[in-house]
């Protein structure tokens, strides 16, 4: 279903972030019918250069990470007229009224602040300053929001200045994944798992987000952030509130924002024996983490494993395991709800233990599948046996891989539909904050040291350890 026109101008618009995701994204809504032709999009960075000079950047970007839609050379170039620039300074006067002269009234006008977070401030107050956005436009703010609590405040207060809460989309492109948002359908479309997601019937949960990448190229922006600060306060937080949160009585922004919130606030603060950090170790000729950072001495984590609870009635009792980390010894990303063992088994010779596991993949293979027993076939007897019940989407619904929309392009849609459901509210993002502080100052306070792990492995072995001592332990990343 097309949206409205749009005038979307990209503060950063010649980024990296622009190049691989943004604009090959827009470029696949534009094919889709999605984005209609009287829509444009404005390109808005330091770089000194006219409107060709951008659309050739676009048309390069397309050609490297456009995928099978580079091909498409008509529709390239009806995309290339929709496209303009404006070289501009955030922080001067540079530009402003040549961007105050393109953006048009009568059609939806956003702007993406693809840009370093010191400079969102700046943009907001010069975009009203020069009477570019007006009280329906919207922004989109990208990560990292903040370093620490008293940061992101200042982030939302210099930003709620120009702008109310309703105008302001902050990207957390988790949120945009098809199985994240399947999750919820999952829970709250089905009658069965709905009155199973409960202390009673859940032992555990847990979150997994591996990668098999090192921080190579953008070692020195990470080793002032971490796994802590770059993925858990983010993006691992979100999947959790995901699945702990209440049903909110509505699909709507800022009733499922709400019982998001409630869940990061009933988060019990972690002992720091519950938390295992980790940096990755040198591996014959590939580097160790710190010398991908360029920091001999670095304290910085590129793993993290942690227990944590949550103080409510729902989940009284039950630990939530997350886990994350760079090097790898696979690209997955799962939440696995592991229910309870049955109380009593009736079948003779049946000493397994027999779990229903719901696995919700986030990659590889995005989809859904829940562990069953059922008896094995054969003439064997009544043997007990775990199957996957498979609901991988691409082949349950014939989808070609690349057919379903990419996470950024799915949430810029949003954004022009004025639907802030999948973005996180100011709120949120601070007391996510609030509940992360508190650990990373443990860690300097203590000069906490992170463990070594080998590379290709599961992370360091006291992340093993952190749940075989509850006599549990974690689902295999292959
Ligand atoms: P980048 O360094 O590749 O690009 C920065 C862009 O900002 C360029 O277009 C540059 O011209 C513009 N810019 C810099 N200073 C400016 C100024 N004073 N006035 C106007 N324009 C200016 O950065 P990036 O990797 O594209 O990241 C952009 C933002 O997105 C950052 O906040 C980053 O943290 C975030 N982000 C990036 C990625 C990624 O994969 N690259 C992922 C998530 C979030």
Redesign the pocket.
Known sequence: IPVDAFDLVI????????R??ILPGLFRRFLSGQMTEDSRIIG????DMDADGFRQLVRDAIAEFGGAESKEAEAIDKFAARLDYVS????GEGGWSDLAGKVRDGVVKAFYF????S?FGDLAERLHLHHIADAESRIVV???FGRDLESARALNQSLAEHFQESQIYRID?YLGKETVQNLMAIRFGNVLFEPLWNNHYVDHIQITVAETVGVGGRGSYYDKAGAMRDMVQNHLMQLLCLIAMEPPNKFEADEVRTEKLKVIRALQPVDHHHIVRGQYDKDGDEPSYREDAENPRSFTESFVAMKVGIDNWRWAGVPFYMRTGKKLKSRASEIAVVFKDLGHSIFEGDEARHRNILAIRLQPNEGIDLQVTIKEPGPGGMRLIDVPLDMTFSEALQLEADEAPDAYERLIMDVIRGNQTLFMRGDEVEAAWAWTDPIINGWEARNDVPKLYDQGSAGPDDALMLMHRDGRRWRDIK
Request: net charge positive.
């Open positions: 503060f950063g618009g010649t980024g990296d972030l622009a691989r995701k808005a960075a330091r770089s501009i300074d955030a922080k693809s840009v370093a977070p400079l990208e990560k990292p492109h």
